[in-house]
C-alpha cells in the first residue's frame, strides 16, 4: 500500500510549490497547495485516493471562484522516488488541460555558495602594471538553479562591479548565494567575468550593465556544450547571451564557467554541518585582438554545508 499523506513538492502547468495531503483512511484526504509565485496564499483542496487503481483526483477552489480538478497516477516506478503526475482542467475552460507532477519532500541540506576570490595573472589589457593607467574594469555574475523531481526551480543570481583589475591582483567577492538539496536533486551554477573598460559613471547604466550580464549568465545554465570548448566560447559560437553586451578595444571575457553536482556528490563532499569545500580554477583560453593580451585569470569558489 501505497501512503499518500504528508508533503510533496509539485509542478502545476510550470508553478512550483508544495502539495500538503492529509488522510485518516488513505481514502479520502483533504490539504492544500501553496504554489512559490503566490506564496502568501494556500487553497484548500480534497479529494481520494484509489490504491489500487493507483490514481488520484481533488478538487481545488480558487479565489476568482473557478475550481481547478486535478486527476492524476502514481509512477510505476523506485518505492524511493515516487511521482504523481496527471492533468488539470477547470471550470472557466472545461475542454482545456494542463499538466502537473509532485514528487514527495524529502530530507533536505543547505548550503552556501560563494565566489570568494578573483585573481588576475595577466589582464586583457596591452599595459598592467599598477604605475601604468592600462588596466582591467571586472564585473562579474553568479546565478544558481536547482533540478528538482518536479523540474528546474528558481533561478538566483548575485552580480557584482569589481573595478580596476591590475596584473597580480587579488580581489575578494561578495557573490554568495545559498540553496537547499533533496537528496534526488542537482545543483548546476555558473559565473562569469568580463573585462569592460565603459565609461559608465552612472549607477543606472552600471545597473543596466550587470542585469544585462546577469542575463547572459542565466543563459549558461541549461546550454549542452562541446567538451573541449569552455561554455563561454560555445556561448559566444550560439550567439546566445553575450550579444547583449557591448564590447570594444580590449573588453571581452576573462573568466567563466557551468557546474554542476548532484546531492550526493556534495553530502560526500561536506557529510557535516560546517564543512566546506574550495576550488580555484584558472581560465587562459579566451581570444583576444591585437594589441591586447590573452586574459589569465582564477575564480576560487566554495560551498559550505549549513
Same mark, same amino acid.
Given at each position: 500500500m501505497t501512503n499518500i /499523506? =504528508? @508533503?510533496w513538492r509539485i509542478n502545476a502547468n510550470g508553478s512550483q510549490g508544495f502539495l500538503i495531503l492529509e488522510s485518516q483512511d488513505n481514502v479520502s484526504f483533504t490539504g492544500s497547495i501553496r504554489l512559490d509565485e503566490t506564496a502568501e496564499r494556500g487553497d484548500a483542496i480534497q479529494g481520494t485516493w484509489n490504491d489500487a487503481g493507483r490514481t488520484i483526483n481533488f478538487n481545488r477552489p480558487l479565489p476568482d471562484g473557478s475550481t481547478q480538478f486535478y486527476t492524476g497516477f502514481l509512477g510505476d516506478n523506485h518505492a524511493e522516488n515516487l511521482i504523481l503526475a496527471g492533468t488539470i482542467?477547470? &471550470?472557466? @475552460? !472545461?475542454g482545456t488541460f494542463a499538466g502537473w507532477v509532485a /514528487? !514527495?519532500?524529502q530530507e533536505s541540506a543547505t548550503y552556501v555558495l560563494s565566489i570568494d576570490n578573483l585573481h588576475c595573472n595577466q589582464t586583457r589589457d596591452t599595459i598592467s602594471l599598477p604605475e601604468f &593607467? =592600462?588596466?582591467d574594469t571586472d564585473y562579474g555574475a553568479l546565478v544558481t538553479q536547482v533540478l528538482t523531481q518536479v523540474g528546474y526551480g528558481e533561478v538566483l543570481d548575485q552580480k557584482? /562591479?569589481?573595478g580596476s583589475v591590475h596584473h597580480g591582483e587579488d580581489h575578494a567577492l561578495d557573490l554568495q548565494l545559498t540553496v537547499r538539496l533533496q537528496a534526488n536533486e542537482s545543483l548546476t551554477f555558473s559565473y562569469l567575468f568580463i573585462n569592460s573598460g565603459f565609461q559608465g559613471s552612472g549607477a543606472q547604466e552600471t545597473g543596466q550593465f550587470l542585469d544585462k550580464l546577469s542575463g547572459a549568465v542565466r543563459d549558461a545554465l541549461n546550454v $549542452?556544450?562541446?567538451a573541449e570548448k569552455v561554455i563561454w566560447e560555445a556561448l559566444n559560437d550560439l550567439t546566445l547571451g553575450l550579444n547583449q553586451l557591448q564590447f570594444s578595444g580590449c573588453d571581452g571575457i576573462v $573568466? =567563466?564557467?557551468?557546474? &554542476?553536482?548532484?546531492? $550526493?556528490e556534495l553530502d560526500?563532499?561536506?557529510p557535516v554541518a560546517g564543512a566546506r569545500h574550495v576550488e580555484t580554477r584558472e581560465y587562459n583560453r579566451y581570444d583576444h585582438q591585437l594589441p591586447c593580451q590573452t586574459p589569465d585569470y582564477t575564480v576560487t569558489w566554495s560551498f559550505t554545508r549549513q
Open positions: /499523506s =504528508g @508533503n482542467t477547470d &471550470t472557466v @475552460n !472545461p /514528487s !514527495p519532500l &593607467t =592600462g588596466r557584482q /562591479s569589481i $549542452a556544450y562541446p $573568466a =567563466g564557467d557551468k557546474i &554542476t553536482f548532484t546531492a $550526493a560526500q563532499l561536506m
